[in-house]
């Protein structure tokens, strides 16, 4: 019932002060539509439709009707509105409403006329106990419903823009969870790990996973940037700025990276002044050109990447200490590939099919290139396992991709058998080994390995259990 219209339900020499009082928003009561309006002796004069529908009242139930005796045979247990006659002062307490409807928190104002005489009892019911409680819960569904989507979506955009990260170790695994809870932060990230771990690949993973993903990625490796042109490159220029400039001057890296990602690869190769102007854009998010006074605003997400130690650098003064803890907010670390075997596999059919399908053949591996792959040190990382992939895959005459192959940097023992010890049945036995745990790698069910060796589903589960599960364990 709208507050304009109160007025007119009561004579002229009532006194609505303490009506309007609670009916007024500034007082942020949240009033249902439920209104019930009764004499100074307690008899109903009127009550809103909402009141009938929500409690079940008939209209003949109600109106007319004393509260006292409502009170009496529990229809309001309490009842407000008598309790606001018998004491002539506002009420506020839960009552019990046609016996059903429970903790229903309800407001009861007495009106008086000009001579201070009692005259009517008005009650409202604020949100019910059970409202407030169910609007919580729905709440709470919600914000449950709310990160599971966000979750699903950036696993999704994960898929369609960054296939290059792998998770399958454990430490990926807990490098994948850091990188879900932060991806929609504002944050800096600075990723660290030896050259050819996959830093800019987990950078990739962090901006098509955030809310950023629609943005520009603008990759920088600083370690190739001659130190005269980096602050050009990074910082742009207007026409004229130096000899050689461009005529029409030149957006730089930075300006680039507006509305999405910048990411500064090998940060610790910035020289000193260079490390000053990144520290002064961090704080103030904006940037000049060279010899521009125009002060531009920029919105970009910072990831940044380095293979040094840069709490030793320093501590040997080669690089800024406020920069370093400027950037050092979320630190995302990537161990080696050595030290992350159950990666090695994954990542290694991962960049066999890509290639394969970039140069149109179909190669697979053998069970001995397999266990190269296995035990091999990696010292070169990730890089150097998609650079040999992708040296062998056009180099390859055979559809079979053997240790035979291998350039001979890799070691001449790499070409000897696996295994050249034990018994026929042991040999046969660790081939066959190496045959299900190639096949399952690449083909991740029992029934696409079961399909891939031309066994059936329940073989094919068996020798998994036996060759791979019982590894994994």
């Not at 823009?161 to 994948?176: C, E, F, G, H, I």
Request: aromatic share 6%.
């Amino acid at each position: 019932m709208p507050t304009t219209s109160l007025p007119q339900l009561f004579d002229d020499d009532i006194n609505l002060k303490g009506l309007l009082d609670i009916v007024n928003p500034k007082n942020n009561l949240v009033l249902a539509d439920d209104m019930m309006l009764s004499d100074a002796d307690g008899i109903i004069l009127r009550v809103s439709e909402n009141y009938e529908q929500n409690f079940g009242f008939t209209h003949e139930s109600i109106l007319g009707k004393s509260a006292f005796d409502l009170e009496a045979d529990g229809t309001f247990r309490p009842c407000v509105t008598a309790e606001v006659i018998r004491q002539k002062k506002k009420i506020t307490a839960t009552q019990t409403i046609n016996h059903t409807h429970k903790n229903v928190m309800t407001v009861g104002i007495p009106l008086f006329d000009n001579n201070g005489v009692l005259k009517y009892a008005v009650c409202f019911n604020t949100v019910s106990m059970e409202q407030i409680n169910a609007i919580h819960q729905n709440y709470r569904h919600l914000q449950d419903s709310l990160q599971q989507y966000s979750q699903e979506i950036a696993e999704l955009r994960l898929r369609a823009t960054a296939t290059d990260l792998v998770v399958k170790s454990p430490a990926m695994q807990r490098l994948w969870t850091l990188i879900q809870n932060t991806a929609n932060t504002k944050a800096n990230i600075l990723i660290t790990g030896e050259t050819g771990v996959g830093k800019s690949a987990v950078a990739k993973a962090i901006h098509a996973m955030s809310n950023r993903a629609n943005g520009p990625f603008i990759e920088v490796n600083c370690a190739v940037l001659h130190e005269n042109l980096i602050e050009s490159e990074l910082f742009g220029y207007e026409k004229g700025a130096f000899t050689g400039a461009a005529s029409g001057g030149k957006i730089g890296k930075i300006e680039l990276a507006n509305h999405g990602t910048l990411f500064l690869d090998e940060i610790g190769e910035l020289p000193p002044h260079i490390q000053s102007k990144l520290l002064q854009l961090i704080q103030e998010k904006t940037i000049e050109r060279l010899s521009s006074n125009r002060r531009i605003e920029l919105d970009f997400r910072l990831i940044v990447a380095t293979n040094r130690n840069l709490e030793e650098e320093v501590q040997r003064g080669l690089f800024r200490s406020d920069l370093f803890y400027r950037l050092n907010v979320i630190r995302v670390h990537i161990p080696p590939l050595r030290q992350r075997p159950d990666d090695i596999l994954p990542l290694a059919h991962q960049f066999l099919e890509r290639f394969c399908r970039e140069y149109g053949k179909q190669i697979t591996f053998s069970p001995r290139f397999i266990s190269f792959l296995e035990q091999f040190s990696w010292p070169g990382n990730v890089r150097q396992l998609e650079n040999l992939m992708e040296r062998l895959v056009i180099t390859s005459q055979d559809p079979i991709l053997d240790t035979t192959a291998l350039p001979l940097d890799y070691g001449a023992d790499t070409a000897a058998p696996a295994s050249t010890g034990g018994t026929l049945e042991e040999r046969m036995s660790a081939y066959e080994g190496q045959i299900i745990r190639e096949s399952y790698h690449r083909c991740h069910t029992t029934v696409a390995v079961a399909k891939d060796l031309g066994i059936s589903q329940a073989t094919a589960a068996r020798k998994i259990a036996k060759y791979v599960k019982g590894m994994e364990e």
